[in-house]
């Protein structure tokens, strides 16, 4: 069997484009009849998934294997970061917890990992025709380059043709991309096959007197133009703009935007209403009388939960569970909303709070990691969500925490919670929600507004791929899959 071609994005910065440009080549290669999959040799994020085999890896990844059709695999994400504190992660090399290290142990750490990394890699390009591999922030952080692992360094080890994107939308791509090239080493700049503005809004004739200049500078030709365009995929350098969100729907879903939430895409099949809106609430003063309140899971509970209390946001929702509001805790939501969290060992930074005693349960924290998937049919569901009664769900649980005997849901009136991610993207979850809702403050539901979030989410990777295809060379994309 021929090993798999390489094509690597690289970013002038975080939030260029990089991941969603990945899952739209995921997705033209396999339209085009190619066995494609993602690869991202060290990802840093606190949206993570759990595979069949129970194993961590970042959503970004599984988004882009989404699109190329294919089961995410943790051989696609084999180093993952997630933040704890503002100088501290959790390290998860093969989807299992390494262990926790300062930025400063993993950066003298992290060359130890390069055999993990090609062993992962060796294994997905003997089984497939293209790997579409993901850089992470900018390829110019100088300061970082030594043992390179997820730049550079890992197009050099794969031997890579590189695509540099630039954000245009931020303002100033020409100086992003000429200042990124300019900060590379020689060997590095003949890796750089061609750059791709992203983001534009316009008419692109007008750029093509600096495409020309850039050239002239560069001597390294542009692959396209990829116009701004609204396409619903979950993005996890997306929670700022769903952060600046505050405009008031019909139905308004009050999210508590705690400073290490985790899997924030969690509530993304809300926003599909056009009825509803999904706010994330960074105070008090912020969180008004919401149709229901969401409190996610996070990376810090115990720490999230001072944060809340610092904020007024624990009084706020605890007034607002009396008056009959609905409220939703998602792992280290639900957590939080029992009567007790501690944390022994410190898996999450040691230390015992008590919670806000909306459920009877107490959370110990334990050395080992809960990873699973799960399935079921809920029961036992009743209050304002009664018809969830039935409903299958699936979905997956990664925490550290325990909190005794626990179904799909657990309720108390008004109060729900839940250790399951993904709980709302399931067929009929997230309607029956918002039908509630609805009923509740007296107004109709919109039938037509159900829908198929599978078929939703294909439909949009079809209109991404269509978009980007229209807009990049894909003869010059071709010709670089040596």
Request: hydrophobic share 40%.
């Amino acid at each position: 069997m021929s090993r798999a071609k390489p094509i690597m994005i690289q970013g002038t910065m975080s939030n260029a484009g990089k991941s969603l440009l990945c899952a739209a080549l995921c997705r033209i290669f396999r339209q085009d009849g190619y066995r494609v999959v993602p690869f991202k040799s060290q990802n840093m994020a606190l949206n993570s998934f759990i595979t069949e085999e129970g194993l961590e890896m970042g959503r970004a990844q599984v988004v882009q294997a989404e699109a190329a059709g294919v089961k995410p695999s943790v051989l696609m994400n084999p180093v993952l970061l997630k933040p704890t504190t503002d100088v501290g992660s959790q390290v998860i090399v093969n989807g299992e917890v390494r262990s926790n290290m300062s930025a400063v142990e993993y950066f003298k750490y992290k060359k130890q990992l390069i055999p993990e990394i090609m062993k992962a890699y060796d294994k997905l390009a003997s089984e497939n025709d293209i790997i579409v591999i993901e850089g992470a922030g900018s390829p110019a952080e100088i300061n970082l380059k030594d043992d390179d692992i997820v730049n550079m360094g890992l197009a050099k080890m794969v031997d890579a043709p590189v695509l540099l994107v630039g954000d245009i939308d931020r303002g100033g791509v020409f100086a992003q991309l000429y200042g990124t090239l300019a900060l590379l080493e020689p060997e590095e700049r003949t890796m750089v096959k061609a750059t791709v503005i992203n983001k534009f809004r316009g008419d692109v004739s007008i750029l093509a007197p600096g495409l020309d200049s850039l050239y002239n500078l560069v001597k390294i030709p542009c692959a396209g133009v990829i116009p701004y365009v609204n396409i619903d995929i979950d993005d996890e350098d997306s929670l700022s703009e769903r952060l600046s969100s505050k405009k008031r729907k019909e139905i308004d879903i009050a999210v508590i935007a705690l400073p290490r939430i985790s899997n924030f895409t969690d509530f993304s099949p809300f926003e599909r209403f056009s009825g509803v809106s999904l706010r994330y609430i960074r105070n008090a003063a912020e969180l008004g009388s919401p149709d229901m309140i969401i409190i996610p899971g996070t990376k810090s509970t115990i720490s999230d939960l001072k944060w809340m209390r610092q904020k007024g946001l624990e009084a706020e929702v605890l007034k607002a569970a009396s008056r009959g509001t609905p409220v939703f805790g998602i792992c280290g939501g639900l957590q939080m909303l029992g009567k007790s969290i501690s944390d022994p060992f410190g898996s999450e930074g040691g230390g015992e709070i008590s919670g806000l005693g909306l459920l009877d349960i107490e959370t110990v924290f334990g050395k080992d990691k809960t990873r699973t998937q799960v399935e079921g049919s809920f029961s036992g569901i009743s209050g304002i969500f009664a018809h969830l009664e039935g409903i299958k769900y699936r979905g997956y649980e990664i925490h550290m925490g325990q909190s005794g005997d626990k179904g799909a849901v657990l309720q108390n009136g008004n109060i729900y919670g839940s250790y399951i991610h993904g709980l709302f993207d399931e067929a009929g979850i997230a309607d029956e929600i918002v039908r509630a809702l609805y009923k509740k403050r007296n107004l109709v539901f919109d039938e037509n507004a159900v829908f198929d979030q599978h078929a939703y989410k294909e439909e949009q990777y079809d209109r991404l791929a269509g978009t980007v295809r229209s807009a990049l060379d894909m003869s010059l994309i071709y010709s670089l899959l040596k």
